[in-house]
Every structure is written in structure tokens, then in C-alpha cells.
């Protein structure tokens, strides 16, 4: 859609259509509402004022990018968000030429932007396009956003960074003064005489330079741009994010000065939707709801496996005073926020910082400390060498809760959590374990708070497969649990929320199968396998996670270490692809994983 030739008033108006068509779909499909809502003029003028066929343009996390799609020959096919088959929640290249990278995970979005502004210069292209990115203020907390701004700020290529600031955390302990002054600096008019004294100021050599360096200074050290100034990136703002002309003429203003700058916007969560304005968490990511009234469709459910969590984490942190823990901006989503109310001075939420949350909870088991670092499965992976190097290394008794283990549906192919065994499983010092249902969820977690090493326990997005299984007995270190035992051919190992697909599927199968909750994937029960090898032939491996590295690969080594060459292993785990978004069921039938079609295969 173009809409360079567009008034103010038809912006204005086009703004409305876009709000009514997100909270329209979203209501119906789920999604991200209140941070797209509130970026929606801000997307709007950057179209207008950037060439979207030229400029780069680059959405950190994406979650805010609804408008973009709909200005970018979407508007149609976005009845189809986040469902099987149809358009993603984030940027996709695949989906449109004009989503520049793939996003879901925070804070790439100013090194992007370097990369691209690097290549612009090597190609000469400087004078013809310029990127553009956009990023939130919970973003920029991140370190991985000031390593790139440190960089920008020495090189001095053109970009353009939009800050979407709809926290006031930045501007909201400078206030009226703050914006006055920092509009003020906005204008041309400052611009123009910035530039007028440098060129002055050239005829009267250092001295002069200094002093009129240290006199901007002192003028913008009560503005909120100090920081970024200092870094050697030009600010402009606060500006009000949902004032069309005024996002336009400073739009125009950046994009002609042709060096560094950031945009500081100020924008209102939810905005055009009253129900959800303003900081209400609740409205970031929600299910289908009712327009109306505002209330969720979804029907009451099983507990999830994440409530389950945190009611186990609770229990024990009431018995254990050394028992804290940390989450990397998701408090309501791992069930952190029960423990931060509960215990405000010993469990904490760092903001979107994995790599500072791993590393402070290794101080803390130093000091003697009990931490349990619950983080979402695929944003452990940020985490990475902080898991080896500060907590494996010094081999400390942190646990690492990974939630949203396994297929999480709508979120896509940026928040599967399939990784975690693989990655996890080949560094020392490092124990596997994963409960399959309520009860062993609160013996894992207990087994956790006891546990002296190192460990990791994983677990599902909603509620652990309904099946009926013989109760769980209380965890001890590498040992599984035979839950049925028959004297046949085959053995189901199911691993986690495996364990109830792996039951599931025998249902459906009219003959005489073993099961085992494996338990442990690091260290595995040796001797329960051993035993099993004796008598069941062939294997089948149920878990909720990529086949390479996982625990399929960790039953093959066992039988090759121990030279068992006679039992024929068969994995159900997820295939070497990254995994498409959509309905988890959608999802798990377009990979051949419902019990249904695993019973056909083993017949």
C-alpha cells in the first residue's frame, strides 16, 4: 500500500482502519494486541516517510509489526495470523519481500541495523537508503542493543533507531521540563544552529570547539538523551507516538541527517482499545476474547504444567529460606510472579537479560544459595555459554526450570522449545530430569531443591497430557520408573510429557507393550536399560523434542557403549527442521506425532 501521497487526515483515518482490523482478527485468532496497538502511528509514518521498497526496515521482537503487514499487501490474508498455514505473528522474510528478517527473540534489531548500514556503505548505496529500526524500551534493556549502539555510535553510518517507549521508563523521572527541552533540540531550528556554530566555531580552533562542546553538554544533561549522546548517537525526542504530524516531521529531520540517530517515541499500550490501554500485561499476548466486554473465550481448562511449577516452587521456598529464583521478563508467563509476591527480597524479574540472570543466580549458589532460574525453553538458549562457563563450569547447584518445552503453537518456528535437551545434555557437570504430570512435577521439583550439581527439568506449554498412569514415585538421581511391564517384544520410553503420548498411543494399539518413564536423560538409568534390553527388542522413544541430540540419540549412545546390537530403536521426536507455527495439534499432525498416526506407524 502506498501511502506517500496520503494527508494527515487520511493517515489519521487509516490509522483507525488498522486498529479496528488487529483487534478484529486478534480477538478471534489471539496474538499480540496492546504493544501493536500502541506502534500503529509510528508504523504508519514510517511508511510515509521511508521508501519500504529501499530501507531496511527492522522490528525488534516483531510482535508490534501488525500494521506493517497490513500496509504491506497483507490486509486480506491477515485473517489468518498465527493459524496453521497462514501468516506468522512476526516478521518473515518467506511470507513478504518487504520483512526484512526473521524476529522473535528480543534486542537484535540495532546490530541488525549496523550490519545492514556496513553493507549499504560497501555498496555505495549511502545517499539512496538508510535502515530503520524499531525498538522497544523493554528491548534496549538488553546488553546484546548497547554492544551494537557502541559500535554505531564510532562508526557514524546513517540509521535511523525508533524507540518505542511505552513504559515512560526512560522520560517519566525527567517530566515536563525533560520534554520541553528535548523538543526544543528536535527542531530544525536547533539543528541549523548546531551546524551554523560548528562551522563558526572552526575559525577559532580547540579552545573554541571545547567550549562550546562542554556548553551543549551542560544544556542536554537533564534530558533523556544524554546516554545516547554520549555514545555518539544523535537524539531527538520525547515525541508524542500518536501525534501523526509531529512523528512525520521528525521522521523527515532523521532521515536527512544522515548519521547516527534515535528517535525516543512515547506511545500508549493498548491505545484505541480502552479496555486494554495502558501497562496491563495481560493485554501483551492474549487468546481469543470477546471485543465487547473484553473477556477470554477459552474455557476452563487443566492446571498447566507452568501453574503446577509454581505452586511446587512456592511450597518449597516457604520450608527453605535459601530458596530464590529469577525470570528474564516474564513473571505472569512462568509463574514467577506468585513467588515475587510471596517473597519480594529473593525471587526477582531482570528484565529481558538471560545472560545476566544465569550468571547473578551463579554468585548466588556461591554464597550458599538455593537459585532457580526459570526461563522459557527457547529463550535459555540466549543463555548459552552462561550455563557453561558460570554455572556448569564451578559445577553449582542452580536449577534451570525450562517452561514451554516442546511444540508452543501460534508463537512459530522463534519459540518452539525443541533445543533444550540437545544443547543442554552435552556439557558436564549437567543433570537432565522431566516430570509427566501433577505429582511428579512437585517430587522433581523438590528433588531439584535438594540437588547439590547443576540440573535442568523441563516441561510443557498448557496442561500435561490427560491420561491415566500409575502414580509417580519420589525422584532419586538417574533412576527411571517401570510404569507397565509385560513380557513382550516392545518397550515405549517415553521422556517428560512424552510419557502420556507414549500411553496415549498404546491405547491404540491391541497388543501387549512395556512402558517407561525414562526420567532422567543425564545420567540415564543404565541398569533399568540393561535389563529392559534383555527382553524387549524393539524401542520406541517418546519426547517432545529435536531427534538430533536428544533422547533418542542418548538411548542409541547407551546401546553402543554397551555394544547391544540386537535392540531396534525408533524416535518420535521432532525432525531437523524448524518447526511452522499454528494450533499445537495442527502442528503435531502435519509432523506424524498424534497418538493416532504413531499407532498406525508401529502397526
Known amino acids: ?22 483487534i478484529d482478527v486478534v480477538s478471534s485468532n489471539g496474538g499480540h494486541l496492546s504493544s501493536t496497538l500502541g506502534a500503529t502511528e509510528l508504523i504508519v509514518a514510517m511508511h510515509k516517510v521511508f521508501d519500504i ?6 522490528f525488534d521482537v516483531s510482535h508490534q509489526a501488525y500494521a506493517h503487514k497490513l500496509l504491506t499487501d497483507r490486509w486480506e490474508d491477515f ?5 496453521f498455514g497462514g501468516i506468522c505473528g512476526y516478521t518473515k522474510p518467506s511470507e513478504s519481500e518487504y ?31 538508510i535502515p530503520i529500526v524499531v525498538i522497544g ?48 533540540m528536535a527542531s530544525p531550528f536547533y539543528q541549523k544552529f548546531r551546524s551554523n556554530v560548528e562551522q563558526f566555531v572552526d575559525n577559532f580552533g580547540d579552545s573554541a570547539h571545547y567550549m562550546a562542546r562542554r556548553f551543549e553538554e551542560s544544556f542536554k544533561l537533564i534530558t533523556p538523551g544524554i546516554l545516547f549522546e554520549e555514545m555518539g548517537i544523535e537524539y531527538i525526542g520525547p515525541i508524542d507516538g500518536h501525534n501523526l504530524a509531529q512523528l512525520v516531521e521528525n521522521y523527515e529531520l532523521a532521515k536527512q541527517m544522515r548519521r547516527p540517530v534515535i ?41 498447566s504444567a507452568t501453574e503446577i511449577y509454581s505452586e511446587a516452587l512456592l511450597h518449597v521456598a516457604k520450608h527453605n529460606e535459601k530458596i530464590v529464583g529469577v525470570t528474564a521478563a516474564m513473571p505472569s508467563g512462568t509463574g514467577i510472579s506468585t513467588l515475587m509476591e510471596a517473597f519480594p527480597e529473593r525471587f526477582w524479574d531482570v528484565a529481558i537479560a538471560e545472560q545476566h540472570a544465569v550468571t547473578s543466580m551463579a554468585a548466588l549458589a556461591k554464597e550458599g544459595f538455593k537459585p532457580f532460574c526459570t526461563i522459557y525453553s527457547t529463550f535459555m538458549q540466549r543463555g548459552y555459554d552462561q550455563v557453561i562457563h558460570d554455572v556448569c563450569l564451578m559445577n553449582l547447584p542452580v536449577v534451570f526450570a525450562l ?19 540437545g544443547f543442554l545434555r552435552a556439557i558436564p557437570n549437567m543433570t537432565l530430569l522431566a516430570p509427566r504430570d501433577e505429582k511428579s512435577m512437585h517430587q522433581a521439583v523438590g528433588f531439584a531443591a535438594e540437588f547439590a550439581t547443576p540440573c535442568a527439568l523441563r516441561y510443557p ?59 532422567f536423560v543425564k545420567p540415564l538409568d543404565r541398569d533399568m536399560l540393561l535389563q529392559m534390553s534383555q527382553h524387549h527388542k524393539q524401542w520406541y522413544i517418546f519426547s517432545d523434542s529435536a531427534k538430533m541430540g536428544g533422547v533418542g540419540s542418548a538411548i542409541l549412545e547407551f546401546l553402543s557403549d554397551e555394544n547391544i546390537t540386537d535392540v531396534n530403536v525408533v524416535t518420535f521426536e521432532y525432525i531437523d527442521a524448524f518447526i511452522t507455527h499454528g494450533n499445537t495439534a495442527l502442528v503435531e499432525k502435519s509432523l506424524g506425532l498424534l497418538p493416532e498416526q504413531l499407532a498406525k506407524r508401529i502397526k
Open 263 to 303: 528517535l525516543h517515541v512515547q506511545t500508549l499500550k493498548g491505545k484505541g482499545y480502552e479496555i486494554a490501554e495502558g501497562q496491563n500485561e495481560k493485554w501483551h499476548g492474549v487468546g481469543p476474547f470477546d471485543i465487547k466486554s473484553g473477556a477470554s473465550c477459552k474455557k476452563n481448562s487443566a492446571k
Open 99 to 129: 520483512d526484512y528478517f526473521v524476529a522473535g527473540h528480543s534486542s537484535t534489531s540495532i546490530s541488525l541495523g549496523v550490519g545492514a548500514a556496513k553493507a549499504i556503505a560497501l555498496k555505495g548505496e549511502n545517499e539512496e537508503r
Open 53 to 58: 521498497d529501499k530501507d531496511p526496515f527492522i
Open 1 to 22: 500500500m502506498n501511502i506517500k501521497s496520503y494527508s494527515m487526515e487520511e493517515l489519521e483515518s487509516l490509522c483507525r482502519e488498522i486498529r479496528a482490523r488487529i
Open 79 to 83: 485473517e489468518t495470523l498465527r493459524q
Open 403 to 421: 517452561d514451554r518445552a516442546g511444540i508452543v503453537g501460534e508463537d512459530g518456528e522463534t519459540h518452539q522449545g525443541v533445543f533444550d535437551i
Open 137 to 184: 524500551d523493554g528491548s534496549i534493556s538488553a546488553g546484546m542493543a548497547y554492544e551494537a549502539m557502541n559500535e554505531l555510535g564510532d562508526l557514524k553510518l546513517p540509521m535511523v533507531i525508533i524507540l518505542n517507549d511505552n513504559e515512560m521508563s526512560i522520560a517519566k523521572p525527567i517530566g515536563a521540563v525533560s520534554r520541553m527541552l528535548s523538543s526544543a
Open 461 to 519: 506449554r498448557g496442561s500435561f497430557s490427560n491420561v491415566e498412569l500409575p502414580e509417580s514415585q519420589p525422584f532419586s538421581l538417574g533412576k527411571s520408573q517401570l510404569l507397565i511391564s509385560h513380557e513382550s517384544n516392545t518397550l515405549f520410553i517415553g521422556y517428560g510429557n512424552g510419557v502420556g503420548r507414549a500411553k496415549e498411543t498404546m491405547e491404540l494399539i491391541d497388543k501387549k507393550i512395556s512402558l517407561l518413564d525414562l526420567r
